[in-house]
């Protein structure tokens, strides 16, 4: 870039950091704000597709995630109250070998600190904690970002990659108004020495059932199972991923399920809640030398598993894009939202639509439920679903 003024990126949470990678390798200068005070992410886990591990490859982590990633070679599905078991696909060297690179499951934290190492060995004091974005200013040249702490920094353009409760956004187009869903998610983990052996596999499983759906993974080379669950609920309305709530009150949204989904219940540390909240598509993302990225554009229900790899793709696409119109951000931030667009608004789409077939009140039956395996979870079918996700190469993306 023309000018001295580096690249600001308001967020370093998983789609903030990859974009730092991707640009600090591309020879643009960053800095990241974050407002935490220490670098870290929630407890939980994240399943990154193929199509999000290939741009993680492309940044050269592929190493890096091998030392703590879980590679699972299939996918199971169960039934809610008989826990009868049907392999739904399969995952590992299938995935590698349908889609070039594989379907690995990380703790969020692993793949967060990961991305931290990255950004540090290209640039050692790009991350600035405990700043806390407040509002912006831009010019025809340039960008200010004003922070809670009284500070200001200049930069050449800037990147909003600060989450579903995006700042940037609010200041940008406005707060917006998401619409609660009816849906609750409970997300917790699980020492993997606690599970009885027929629990403690390797394997992503899902538990199709009515009025929820439990998912559980892997992560940490296998030393802990991510739970995940959703329950329709409408007395819990807080978007955030660090509310608590007791075992007692899960067991409770999960009451008839197998003694199997109990057994995880049991056993998880701290439970944590989130209502789930829907938005539709933006219009704009960009306005001058501002744009979005990740939850803070397209943020989406996570029935699809894609929320972070589509922070992912954006961050490689955005990249590219800047270094591309290197002296015009503007332009370079039209492409990227050009390119971006159609792709995580069917993503948002989607899963939307997917919510009703994990979970529905006619699953309760248990022929209807297995006639719904044999109808609409065959392997064949997942593939017509879901390769268009699965194949989409951001690093091969002409810009
Ligand atoms: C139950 C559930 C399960 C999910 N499972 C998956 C999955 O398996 N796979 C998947 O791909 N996705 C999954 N997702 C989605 C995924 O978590 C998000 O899409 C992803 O974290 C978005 O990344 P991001 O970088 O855009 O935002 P975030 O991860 O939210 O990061 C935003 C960062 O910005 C910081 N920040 C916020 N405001 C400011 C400010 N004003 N100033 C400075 N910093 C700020 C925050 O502290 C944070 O570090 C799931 C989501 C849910 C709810």
């Not at 643009?28 to 407890?43: C, T």
């Not at 917006?176 to 983990?189: M, Q």
């Not at 439970?271 to 993302?285: S, V």
Request: hydrophobic fraction near 45%; glycine fraction near 8%; charge should be neutral.
């Amino acid at each position: 870039m023309a000018s001295v003024n580096p690249i600001l990126i308001i967020g370093g949470g998983i789609g903030g950091l990859t974009t730092a990678v991707a640009l600090l390798q591309r020879g643009l200068d960053v800095v990241v704000y974050e407002q935490a005070p220490v670098l870290r992410e929630v407890g939980a886990g994240v399943q990154i597709g193929s199509n999000g591990t290939r741009v993680l490859f492309a940044l050269g982590l592929e190493r890096a995630l091998r030392k703590l990633q879980v590679l699972p070679p299939r996918r199971q599905l169960r039934h809610w109250r008989t826990g009868e078991t049907w392999n739904w696909f399969d995952l590992g060297a299938a995935s590698v070998e349908r889609f070039g690179t594989p379907h690995i499951l990380m703790h969020r934290n692993d793949l967060h600190g990961i991305l931290v190492e990255a950004v540090r060995a290209l640039k050692p004091d790009a991350i600035k904690l405990g700043r806390k974005c407040v509002s912006l200013e831009q010019r025809a040249d340039a960008v200010t970002a004003h922070f809670a702490s009284g500070e200001a920094a200049d930069g050449e353009c800037l990147i909003g990659a600060d989450g579903i409760h995006s700042q940037i956004r609010q200041c940008l187009f406005g707060a917006g108004k998401p619409e609660f869903t009816g849906s609750v998610a409970w997300r917790g983990l699980i020492a993997m020495e606690r599970l009885p052996p027929h629990l403690s596999q390797l394997v992503t499983t899902n538990w199709l059932g009515p009025h929820g759906h439990v998912l559980h993974y892997p992560v940490r080379r296998g030393e802990l199972m991510n739970f995940i669950s959703i329950v329709e609920r409408d007395d819990w309305r807080v978007e955030s991923w660090i509310v608590e709530g007791t075992r007692e009150e899960l067991a409770a949204d999960f009451r008839g399920w197998h003694a199997d989904v109990h057994s995880f219940i049991d056993n998880i540390d701290t439970p944590y809640k989130w209502a789930l909240l829907a938005r539709g598509p933006m219009e704009r993302w960009s306005k001058g030398r501002i744009t979005l990225l990740g939850d803070a554009c397209h943020p989406t229900l996570p029935f699809l598993g894609q929320g972070a790899v589509m922070a992912i793709e954006d961050a490689y696409v955005v990249a590219a894009c800047l270094k591309r119109y290197s002296a015009d951000p503007e332009t370079a931030f039209a492409r990227y939202e050009e390119i971006r667009k159609e792709r995580t608004a069917a993503v948002v789409r989607k899963s939307h639509e997917n919510r009703w077939h994990v979970f529905s009140p006619a699953l309760a039956d248990s022929g209807a439920l297995a006639a719904e395996v044999a109808r609409y979870w065959q392997q064949e079918h997942v593939k017509e679903r879901l390769d268009w996700l699965y194949q989409y190469d951001a690093t091969a993306i002409a810009v």
